[in-house]
T-cell receptor, first 113, second 110 residues
Framework: AQSVTQPDIHITVSEGASLELRCNYSYGATPYLFWYVQSPGQGLQLLLKYFSGDTLVQGIKGFEAEFKRSQSSFNLRKPSVHWSDAAEYFCAVGRLGNEKLTFGTGTRLTIIP | DAGITQSPRHKVTETGTPVTLRCHQTENHRYMYWYRQDPGHGLRLIHYSYGVKDTDKGEVSDGYSVSRSKTEDFLLTLESATSSQTSVYFC?????????FGPGTRLTVT
């Protein structure tokens, strides 16, 4: 069975600083990997996805993520965070031929001035 | 915007009462999902549908049933609500292996 671990429950970053959110997955074959963002009181918005090919993927709002098969990781990064990036971030894993996703428990990001 | 609406957006109900949540989509997506979101658990799949009248259980399906009599609507029913079903419920659709979510329904069972 596939699973996702987001080891950081809560991260605090200063505005303008760089950000890295961790995601580790467990799955035997090549996974489909996703990052979603959820602002308070809102639904989830897809930030970026990895299906195949280039292991560094670019997403919306200046985010990027890198797929590292050897580390079973798909970490999310942003070079300089903005106060509007404060939200909860979810990593998810799926696979070819299966339309179900498994989500991590989320990382809450707080931005301090 | 994947054209997903959920109703109601907020509901308070009493233990033991039946509750039905509705998910409506406007773009003829085949796959639809119901998740619940709880602190410390992320999103957990309750049920999903892969077509009209075709549904299957997710990881937390006990106490829930679903129905899909037409492509655009996916209903989630709590036959007899319990306090443990207090949660935020999200509907989602899938398009090319990407899932898109509705705005959510906050359900409180007292």
């Amino acid at each position: 069975a596939q699973s996702v671990t987001q080891p950081d429950i809560h991260i605090t970053v200063s505005e303008g600083a760089s950000l890295e959110l961790r995601c580790n997955y467990s799955y035997g074959a090549t996974p489909y990997l996703f990052w979603y963002v959820q602002s308070p009181g809102q639904g989830l918005q897809l930030l970026l996805k990895y299906f195949s090919g280039d292991t560094l993927v670019q997403g919306i709002k200046g985010f990027e993520a890198e797929f590292k098969r050897s580390q079973s990781s798909f970490n999310l990064r942003k070079p300089s965070v903005h106060w509007s990036d404060a939200a909860e971030y979810f990593c998810a894993v799926g696979r070819l031929g299966n339309e179900k996703l498994t989500f991590g428990t989320g990382t809450r990001l707080t931005i301090i001035p | 915007d994947a054209g997903i609406t959920q109703s109601p957006r907020h509901k308070v109900t009493e233990t033991g009462t039946p509750v039905t949540l509705r998910c409506h989509q406007t773009e003829n997506h085949r796959y639809m999902y119901w998740y619940r979101q709880d602190p410390g658990h992320g999103l957990r799949l309750i049920h999903y549908s892969y077509g009209v009248k075709d549904t299957d259980k997710g990881e937390v399906s006990d106490g829930y049933s679903v129905s899909r009599s037409k492509t655009e609507d996916f209903l989630l029913t709590l036959e007899s609500a319990t306090s443990s079903q207090t949660s935020v419920y999200f509907c989602a659709i899938s398009e090319a292996n990407e899932q898109y979510f509705g705005p959510g329904t906050r359900l409180t069972v007292t």
